[in-house]
């Protein structure tokens, strides 16, 4: 393995970087963030609940809109323009390949969640004047983004192990959404009977639950995440990668390239 | 030990809405390729030219067979530290500068932070790309995108190449370019597989070719003994027209380029035309053998299914 897994990721990672597609889309984020005080001003008395709903929220969607947009391409790029020949024709083993294109796109976001971040504290700080304690419990709520980041770039690069990048943009926008209502399918499931009941209680172990990753009207009315919920969603956000990730290795190791 | 052997390698395609239908891509292909050969694998488009490669390459997975690169499974991923690939038509990454994608392919082959600074510039400016060193490849031409395709199978200093159409839509130039890389690597005795349908590419750079068409392997020549083959018949070039009604008159067939006339004809009759050239006060300008060449040989395979032993 040595340093290929490295050098597939951060190859992944600078190809991202020099997307024009994605500083459009960071600036269109802080944009927003940085219009948020104005915003702000309508809604007199809670501009701060106001901001971080909308900026996390605007943080959330971009980030989700980069997994998926590029995540789609990860692998279904490198074969079209056969840049794959070249690196498969290499001591590279496919594992390794899909791994390290999980990891740049997983750090691409992670970069870009950081500046974000840092774009949305710097209108926090202009609407507050300063940041208490209670602001840094908001990096909670950016974790668990960064969580739900992994998890549909997981999911994106499973469909794109198999089908065409507009295919895999529509399910794993599919899977974002219905996970996003996994505690209200798991709602569903208790209510319902027969094979309604079972159906809906596969459905919502096999979509993602987003909405446990989901604490932005939370940390917007300064409530308190609890340290359990922070290690049950980083061990189910590893463990839902895991299984993606190695579902879309086990797709791409019997794949014929075209 | 051969460089390259392939036993029986063999690619069916599922086709259709229920994948009932089969395709063959590739019949069962028998190849031996020595060491520090060149060898020109032709075929016309959609022979099975590239089925192979990516065969070899571990690309595509064979319905059956298999092959060894350096005495050692085609699939070791220990062997492809040894060997250098080309695909046909080749894109990178175009959002890099040649160092850099130099850098990222020398990482993936194993190079340390030392061989990439040492061996890098060096194979810049062998593929003679010294003056765009740090220019995106999105600005290279489909030549410098070739030649830049060679640095990358040849960075790690594999001791054997395969390059998969290698001139194809290039102009003369970079043709000429490519042509030239090549013999140097063949100067530096690396075993050097390469598939086309340029014949005379081929002819220039090989020392035995494999003809393949719709997936079977038709023939297995040496490029030499193809070409030194002599029909029995001579060509006859001269200036002087007043020879030439009795030299078509010897069963010759005769073309006029300016003031050079060409005859071909049985060698039989090759004292007599001579003797009318000088008696006629003609100048003899040159006389030789009518060689075969790998257009006949080539073609004449594609007419014959048969399958020729190595």
């Known amino acids: ?258 | 030990m051969h460089a390259i052997e392939i036993n029986g390698f063999q690619k069916t395609y599922r086709v259709g809405f229920w994948f009932q239908k089969q395709k063959v891509g590739l019949k069962k292909l028998n190849l031996l390729v020595n060491e520090g050969e060149t060898f020109g694998f032709l075929g016309p488009n959609g022979a099975g030219k590239t089925t192979t490669l990516k065969l070899l390459m571990g690309l595509i997975f064979p319905t059956a067979g298999s092959a060894k690169i350096l005495g050692r499974d085609w699939r070791d991923s220990e062997i492809k530290k040894r060997i250098g690939f080309l695909p046909e038509q080749p894109y990178f990454y175009d959002h890099l500068t040649p160092r850099e994608l130099l850098d990222y392919y020398g990482r993936l082959s194993g190079l340390s932070s030392q061989q990439r600074k040492l061996r890098i510039p060096k194979m810049i400016e062998r593929v003679g790309l010294t003056d765009t060193p740090n220019v995106q490849l999105r600005k290279f031409s489909k030549g410098m995108l070739q030649r830049i395709g060679i640095a990358q199978a040849i960075l790690h200093d594999p001791a054997v190449v395969f390059l998969d159409e290698p001139m194809s839509g290039l102009d003369p130039i970079g043709r000429k370019e490519v042509r030239d890389l090549i013999q140097s690597l063949k100067r530096e005795g690396k075993t050097i597989f390469f598939s086309t349908h340029i014949l005379s590419d081929a002819e220039a750079l090989c020392d035995r070719v494999a003809v393949i068409h719709q997936g079977e392997l038709r023939g297995v020549g040496i490029v030499s003994e193809l070409v030194s083959k002599s029909e029995g018949r001579v060509e006859i070039l001269w200036q002087g027209a007043q020879a030439l009604r009795s030299i078509e008159a010897l069963g010759a067939k005769c073309s006029e380029a300016g003031e050079i006339i060409r005859a071909e004809l049985d060698e039989n009759s090759l004292q007599r035309a001579l003797e009318i050239i000088r008696n006629s006060n003609a100048r003899l300008i040159s006389v030789n053998p009518v060689r075969a060449s790998l257009e006949d040989y080539f073609v004449s395979r594609l007419a014959h299914p048969v399958e020729v032993a190595q």
Do not use: C
């Open chain 1, 1 to 258: 393995m040595s340093g290929r897994i490295p050098a597939i990721a951060f190859s992944t990672f600078r190809e991202a970087v020099r997307d024009r597609v994605l500083y459009n889309l960071i600036f269109f984020v802080l944009l927003l963030v940085a219009s948020a005080p104005i915003f702000g001003q309508i809604s007199v008395g809670v501009e701060r609940i106001f901001l971080v709903n909308l900026g996390l929220t605007a943080m959330s969607i971009f980030g989700i809109v980069i997994a998926i947009f590029i995540g789609i391409g990860l692998v279904s790029k490198e074969i079209d323009k056969k840049t794959l020949y070249t690196v498969l024709s290499r001591p590279v083993r496919r594992w390794e390949f899909i791994t390290g294109k999980y990891l740049g796109l997983a750090g691409t976001l992670v970069v870009n969640t950081f500046l974000m971040t840092l774009g949305f504290y710097a209108a926090l700080l202009f609407l507050t004047r300063q940041l208490g304690r209670a602001d840094a419990n908001i990096l909670v709520a950016v974790y668990f983004i960064i969580l739900q980041f992994f998890i549909i770039t997981g999911i994106t690069l499973l469909f794109s192990s198999f089908s065409t990048p507009i295919e895999s943009a529509i399910y794993a926008l599919a899977m974002f959404i219905v996970g996003s209502f996994a505690e209200d399918l798991r709602g569903f499931a208790a209510m319902a009977h027969g094979p309604q009941a079972w159906l809906a209680r596969i459905a919502s172990y096999i979509v993602p639950n987003l909405s446990m990753l989901n604490v932005i009207t939370r940390v917007s009315h300064d409530q308190i995440i609890p340290a359990s919920l922070i290690g049950l969603n980083t061990i189910y956000a590893f463990f839902y990668v895991t299984i993606v990730v190695s579902g879309a290795v086990i797709i791409f190791e019997f794949r014929n390239l075209k």
